[in-house]
């Protein structure tokens, strides 16, 4: 059976990036409660506390998940506008109390762990999730409250709503085999036409230019370097077929991330070959 072209180049690009750093995978988020509901929250404000420095590199030594290299999760809550450490739970060690930790003690108080020593931004996050990368909190869901710290007391909230506006068809089987069918067909009509011209093109796809309503209407079309051809009329062909085939059948994801489209490019290989 032929391979999937599409499916083998982006597997190697993954496995290779893995390797290089395999911090890359992504991370698992902390605990929030706020206002009666719980949420995931996409930061880590235990690393904001220099005391802690010792203490994160033993959990550190720790881990075993590779979607938790800090070794713990938090558990937090906003009550009364502060931000306060209710307890911690330890991949090797279980539930641990603020007030267990020596680096803690002196922001406990009544049975509560003020987090002054925190002043930043607290992402939370709700909803389905809309973009992921395979890297830390590198992803993006409908709805993220932005809850501006200072010394453990909110100042302000801001949230942003995302969504997918093209779900895309990268990941589709049936969609991926009549795309690799398809570049490797305009290879071989190219070829043909041609018959000086032969070896592979990678090209560099994404959606450009948007209407009123955020859809694509037209598709960016380059080549990687040493890839790109060196036939005009091939160069011509290839932008205008390839570009008409990912617009017609939305192939590609397109999102709407923090207020603006975010496009995300692609490679595609193409074998001009018999």
């Known amino acids: 059976m032929r391979k999937n072209i599409i499916t083998l180049l ?4 993954a496995w290779a990036t893995l390797i ?13 409660t706020w206002n009666g509901k719980s949420y995931q929250m996409l930061t880590c404000p235990l690393y904001a506390n220099p005391d802690m420095k010792k203490w994160h590199e033993q959990r550190e030594r720790e881990w075993g998940k590779t979607s938790l290299w800090r070794g713990y999760i938090g ?4 009550e009364n506008g502060m931000l306060y450490l209710c307890s911690i ?3 090797k060690g279980g539930d641990i109390s603020p007030n267990e930790i020596p680096e803690l003690r002196k922001y406990c108080k009544n049975g509560k762990c ?6 930043d931004t607290l992402c939370v996050v709700s909803g389905k999730q809309v973009f992921y990368e395979h890297m830390g909190f590198n992803r993006h869901y409908e709805h993220e409250d932005f809850i501006i710290v200072k010394r453990g007391k909110v100042m302000s909230v801001k ?15 049936d969609a991926n085999k009549k795309l690799t069918q398809f570049l490797d067909d305009l290879g071989a009509q190219l070829h043909k036409r041609y018959p000086e011209e032969s070896g592979r093109i990678i090209a560099r796809v994404q959606y450009s230019n948007f209407d009123l309503m955020m859809m694509p209407t037209d598709v960016d079309v380059t080549f990687l370097k ?7 009329q091939i160069e011509k062909e290839i932008k ?14 397109l999102y709407y991330i923090n207020g603006e489209i975010k496009k995300v490019a692609w490679t595609l290989p193409i074998r001009i070959t018999k």
């Open 10 to 13: 982006l597997a190697v690009i």
């Open 159 to 173: 949230r942003i709503d995302n969504k997918s506006i093209i779900k895309g068809k990268i990941d589709e089987p």
């Open 89 to 91: 739970w330890r991949e």
């Open 114 to 119: 003020a987090a002054t020593w925190f002043s």
């Open 20 to 32: 290089h750093n395999a911090s890359a995978t992504g991370q698992e988020g902390e605990r929030l």
């Open 226 to 232: 040493h890839t790109a051809p060196t036939n005009p």
């Open 75 to 78: 558990h937090w809550e906003i």
């Open 240 to 253: 205008e077929k390839l570009a008409n085939y990912i617009l017609t059948n939305q192939f590609l994801p």
